[in-house]
């Protein structure tokens, strides 16, 4: 149901956002939050407003996998994920005039190479499943 998309989000929420505050006060990062967003040079609205915004839409993507789950199946969430993965860098170097640097080609080569295993394995799986149903059926027509 729709409100078991809805727990499944809030219950992976509140576990995550309790890990990043843990981490975020026993490394004592939580000190120089103030200093971080005065330094911004958007300005602090800015720096609150890309937060949120990320926040957002980290919440949106969560509940869009999970109802891709539970509308479809799991091969199908994941698929959208894998082909997502490679769009990210390229998106963040156009919108935020970030540098294609060396890291951002090694993600996206990484990405777009478990994109590609991932089909490959899938056709492999197919394959393997055709064969075998192959052989059923031609056991079944030597028996008949």
Same mark, same amino acid.
């Given at each position: 149901?729709?409100?078991?998309?809805?727990?499944? /989000? /809030?219950?992976? !929420?509140? #576990?995550?956002?309790?890990?990043?505050?843990?981490?975020?006060?026993?490394?004592? $990062?939580?000190?120089?939050?103030?200093? $971080?967003? $005065?330094?911004?040079?958007?300005?602090? /609205?800015?720096?609150?407003?890309? =937060?949120?915004?990320?926040? &957002? !839409?980290?919440?949106?993507?969560?509940?869009?996998? #999970?109802?891709? &789950?539970?509308? !479809? !199946?799991? /091969?199908?969430?994941?698929? &959208?994920?894998?082909?997502? =993965?490679?769009i990210v860098p390229v998106?963040?170097v156009i919108v935020f005039?970030?540098?294609?640097?060396?890291?951002?080609?090694?993600?996206?080569?990484?990405? &777009?190479?478990?994109?590609?295993?991932?089909?490959?394995?899938?056709?492999?799986? $197919?394959?393997?499943?055709?064969?075998?149903?192959?052989? =059923?059926?031609?056991?079944?027509?030597?028996?008949?």
């Open positions: 149901t729709f409100s078991a998309v809805i727990d499944m /989000v /809030v219950y992976q !929420s509140l #576990v995550s956002s309790c890990v990043v505050l843990i981490g975020l006060f026993a490394s004592g $990062e939580w000190k120089t939050l103030t200093s $971080e967003m $005065e330094s911004y040079r958007l300005g602090k /609205v800015s720096y609150v407003m890309t =937060l949120a915004s990320a926040a &957002i !839409s980290m919440q949106v993507y969560t509940i869009g996998a #999970v109802g891709l &789950i539970f509308e !479809s !199946s799991s /091969v199908f969430s994941n698929t &959208i994920s894998a082909v997502g =993965l490679p998106v963040a005039n970030d540098e294609m640097d060396a890291s951002k080609i090694f993600s996206i080569i990484l990405a &777009i190479w478990g994109f590609l295993s991932f089909v490959y394995q899938h056709y492999l799986d $197919e394959k393997k499943l055709k064969s075998c149903h192959k052989n =059923l059926f031609q056991e079944e027509d030597s028996r008949a």
